[in-house]
């Protein structure tokens, strides 16, 4: 039986109706880390596919990016905690490198900044959308990004001690405004960025990046 104690990090990947892509996205977690699983209220046999696949699944009630996200970290048990899409937009065996700053002490959160490979693997609403984000991320705190992305890594006890409170859309945001303010030393690493599997919930369309923004907006207020 693999002893999760033992992991090397723990990968938490909130899903909602992700079945076509599980598959591609367990089979790419790396050696060393975990896959945890947060279930969203899926009604595909997302969850059963993915403890069949040898994840470990965790049911998380209230909907919302922010909540799934959370009810991971919660369950994460190892000192290195990775966040990652689960719609196979991202690939997870990128985690490894992404967590290398942080394990070597270079820095405190490292988020990767996506590159699309392919037309239409991010639509240019949500990239309109990112940028004025970033851009008004660093008149709050100073801290230069160029994406918010979903997939970033820090240690697991820091992260609980930012005392994250946002459970919709402006969870990934509010973890880098407070990570700022309690001083950390933030980073980006560039991955690719591929067309995601199954319909997007959030940013594939403009309704979901209205919703996303407005979320994120309120974090920074």
């Given at each position: 039986?693999y002893d ?8 938490v ?6 079945a076509?892509a ?6 790419r977690v ?67 490198r ?12 490292v ?16 990239r ?21 992305g979903p997939?970033r890594?820090?240690?697991r006890?820091?992260l ?14 509010q973890m880098v ?9 933030v ?19 403009w309704r ?14």
């Amino acid at each position: 039986m693999y002893d999760f104690r033992a992991a090397r990090g723990d990968i938490v990947l909130p899903c909602l109706d992700e079945a076509e892509a599980l598959p591609w996205v367990l089979g790419r977690v790396p050696d060393g880390w975990r896959a945890v699983v947060v279930d969203n209220g899926s009604t595909d046999g997302s969850a059963e596919l993915a403890r069949g696949l040898g994840a470990t699944v965790v049911t998380e009630e209230r909907r919302g990016f922010g909540a799934a996200c959370h009810a991971g970290l919660l369950a994460a048990t190892a000192e290195l905690v990775a966040f990652c899409d689960c719609d196979a937009s991202l690939d997870p065996g990128e985690v490894p490198r992404i967590a290398r700053p942080v394990e070597e002490g270079e820095a405190d959160l490292v988020l990767a900044r996506r590159r699309p490979t392919a037309r239409g693997a991010w639509p240019v609403h949500a990239r309109v959308g990112n940028l004025a984000l970033a851009r008004m991320l660093r008149r709050r705190t100073g801290v230069r990004l160029r994406d918010l992305g979903p997939l970033r890594v820090a240690r697991r006890q820091e992260l609980l001690e930012l005392g994250l409170t946002d459970r919709r859309s402006g969870y990934p945001l509010q973890m880098v405004v407070r990570a700022a303010d309690a001083g950390w030393r933030v980073r980006e690493e560039e991955v690719d960025y591929r067309p995601r599997s199954g319909v997007s919930k959030v940013t594939g369309t403009w309704r979901g990046t209205w919703h996303a923004v407005t979320d994120m907006r309120a974090v920074l207020r």
